[in-house]
T-cell receptor, first 111, second 114 residues
Framework: QKEVEQDPGPLSVPEGAIVSLNCTYS??????FMWYRQYSRKGPELLMY????GNKEDGRFTAQVDKSSKYISLFIRDSQPSDSATYLC???????????FGSGTRLQVQP | ETGVTQSPTHLIKTRGQQVTLRCSSQ?????VSWYQQALGQGPQFIFQ???????GRGNFPPRFSGLQFPNYSSELNVNALELDDSALYLC?????????????FGSGTRLTVV
């Protein structure tokens, strides 16, 4: 079983839709939870992160962590075609100083 | 210089050969990590260097090794290449080992082993 599970998609939505991206994880030691976006032929770029349980909002993006159920979510409001990319959740393994990436969800926002 | 640059962008090697991939970090970034991303998968952590010393390692065999230099450049060396080593290799640098500072990734080197 992988430490971080993520539905690979693709997820196709119309422009303006609310998008929900999710991950589950198994390691209770994870404390920081990152979300990265990766465009084709590019490296991942950090969108936002949360520490422990709770919500964090940044513009159209909201990250949510529920440590009791080991569930991580990213919500995108008013989705745009430019949001079309692969979204990777990445809890942090502080012991190994490593990001533990999920397999990524490919999102397509149709104009 | 801003950003993280990696070279070469593409590389084809034969099974059993050795390869060196290079990364130039952002100025002042004393932490560099290397990740392997197989097609359709998320990146997997190989190792991290901080001030030229390895300070974290993932589940990769010893034939994966690295170096970090004082000029913010680094190398990933892979010996005895196997077909499964074919992947995108990503370098990420940061101001420190604190994850809150954010890790800046390069665009990667795509390695194909035939």
């Amino acid at each position: 079983q992988k430490e971080v599970e993520q539905d690979p998609g693709p997820l196709s939505v119309p422009e303006g839709a609310i998008v929900s991206l999710n991950c589950t994880y198994s390691n209770s030691a994870f404390q920081y939870f990152m979300w990265y976006r990766q465009y084709s032929r590019k490296g991942p770029e950090l969108l936002m992160y949360t520490y422990s349980s709770g919500n964090k909002e940044d513009g159209r993006f909201t990250a949510q962590v529920d440590k009791s159920s080991k569930y991580i979510s990213l919500f995108i409001r008013d989705s745009q075609p430019s949001d079309s990319a692969t979204y990777l959740c990445a809890p942090v393994d502080m012991g190994r100083r490593a990001l533990t990436f999920g397999s990524g969800t490919r999102l397509q926002v149709q104009p | 210089e801003t950003g993280v640059t990696q070279s070469p962008t593409h590389l084809i090697k034969t099974r059993g050969q050795q390869v060196t991939l290079r990364c130039s970090s952002q100025s002042g970034h004393n932490t560099v990590s290397w990740y392997q991303q197989a097609l359709g998968q998320g990146p997997q952590f190989i190792f991290q260097y901080y001030r030229e010393e390895e300070n974290g390692r993932g589940n990769f065999p010893p034939r994966f090794s690295g170096l970090q230099f004082p000029n913010y450049s680094s190398e990933l060396n892979v010996n005895a290449l196997e077909l499964d080593d074919s992947a995108l290799y990503l370098c990420a640098s940061s101001l420190s080992t604190a994850f809150q500072d954010g890790y800046t990734f390069g665009s990667g080197t795509r390695l194909t082993v035939v």
